[in-house]
């Protein structure tokens, strides 16, 4: 986290400079002795000037081409305004996510058979995540450079979910099953079982809100740093269910949250080629992770009263957790107000409180108490969309 923050101000300071060592930007000659040559010319070859031509000058910005003209009136002829994407006041992205996830904690036994040698039937390795849609959206603007905000090129706020990530795996036997430890020698279900049964749930959520500022490598390419707050909500549900056929039914039921929150930073390079525009995106951010996890266990369901063994209703805590992301979005220009986008997006998230590794087969008064939050997942897949700039 020290060597990037090193580089962002070393990159900051030399964008700054350059700003200052060519005052109105790429679109205006540098100063030099050719200054009062271009002063006498006379009236007559001012006139003589297709204004036509110059209107009709184009400019690539990562919406599309827009008239130099425009430019200079909206931007006020500022270098970073001509290629930044803020040369539109406001903007709007769109997506469709189709996101996969890799990571179930730490690998633990689910289901053993009861006869010796008690091998091992179910693990939460068995689980596997597959690709599961989600949507995203982004809204930027580009404040008043003499307001207060006028320090940042551009303000985005987005926002992405992905709600439906789900698995299950069952051990099947003839009231030959049981989980592991002690626990299951307290309970009528997981042991002598016919089947055991795991089913994992997980859903992401996250906001995140970033200034902008932006330079120019050369005409075509792009540079924008960025800042801001970032919040992540992961939320899992994990159970085991054991299935006597002549008794009935047990469970052992578990839910985590983890809240991130904390800032980000980052960097984004967007390279214009024509109607089309290659962007690559990287951020890395370091957050307070609020987690919390609660379970319970309960025997004899289909009486009247669930006889309940285990009942943690929450233990909590916090600790650090760290974030990297990186994007690949190609844009095709389709109007001078929309385009096209497609890309890929991997995420790495560690310092989690999963569900799974908050399975404890013990059973002692404290068993189930405590809060493991050295998980880590990671989210990848394609994203398919609109964007809007006006």
């Not at 890929?344 to 404890?360: E, F, H, K, R, T």
Request: negative net charge; hydrophobic residues 40%; proline residues 4%.
């Amino acid at each position: 986290m020290i060597y990037i923050t090193r580089y962002l101000l070393a990159s900051a300071i030399a964008c700054s400079t350059a700003f200052c060592a060519f005052g109105q930007g790429p679109f205006y000659p540098p100063r030099t002795n050719a200054m009062p040559e271009i002063a006498a010319r006379t009236q007559a070859e001012r006139s003589s000037r297709d204004s036509s031509a110059e209107a009709s000058l184009l400019v690539n910005t990562w919406m599309g081409e827009r008239q130099a003209q425009d430019l200079l009136t909206v931007s006020g002829g500022g270098k970073e305004d001509y290629c930044s994407s803020t040369a539109n006041r406001w903007w709007i992205q769109a997506d469709a996510l189709f996101w996969d996830r890799i990571g179930n904690g730490c690998d633990q036994i689910l289901v053993l058979e009861t006869d010796p040698p008690e091998a091992a039937l179910l693990r939460t390795d068995n689980l596997d995540f597959s690709m599961e849609p989600g949507w995203r959206v982004l809204v930027g603007y580009r404040p008043d450079p003499h307001s207060v905000l006028g320090c940042c090129s551009a303000l985005e706020f987005s926002y992405f979910g992905v709600y439906g990530w789900e698995d299950s795996a069952a051990a099947v036997g003839d009231q030959n099953l049981r989980i592991p430890g002690d626990l299951s020698l307290a309970t009528n279900n997981f042991l002598f079982a016919d089947e055991i049964r795991a089913v994992y749930r997980s859903r992401l959520n996250n906001f995140e809100a970033n200034c902008i500022k932006s330079c120019c490598a050369d005409c075509s390419t792009q540079i924008d740093f960025l800042a801001g707050f970032r919040f992540l909500a992961l939320n899992e549900d994990f159970s085991l269910i054991g299935t006597d056929l002549q008794e009935g039914t047990s469970s052992y039921d578990i839910s985590t949250s983890n809240y991130l929150y904390g800032l980000q930073m980052g960097g984004r390079m967007t390279r214009h080629l024509q109607q089309w525009s290659l962007q690559f995106t990287g951020k890395a951010g370091l957050f307070l992770n609020d987690a919390e996890q609660s379970q319970i266990v309960t025997d004899f369901p289909n009486a009247p009263d669930a006889f309940v063994h285990r009942d943690v209703p929450g233990v909590s805590g916090t600790s650090a957790a760290m974030l990297g992301e990186i994007d690949l979005t190609l844009v095709r220009r389709i109007t001078d107000v929309w385009s096209a986008r497609l890309g890929y997006s991997v995420m790495g998230l560690g310092g989690l409180a999963l569900a799974p590794d908050q399975l404890d087969f013990s059973l002692t008064p404290a068993s189930g108490t405590n809060l493991s939050k050295d998980g880590f997942v990671l989210f990848h897949g394609v994203h398919v969309g609109l964007q809007a700039g006006w």
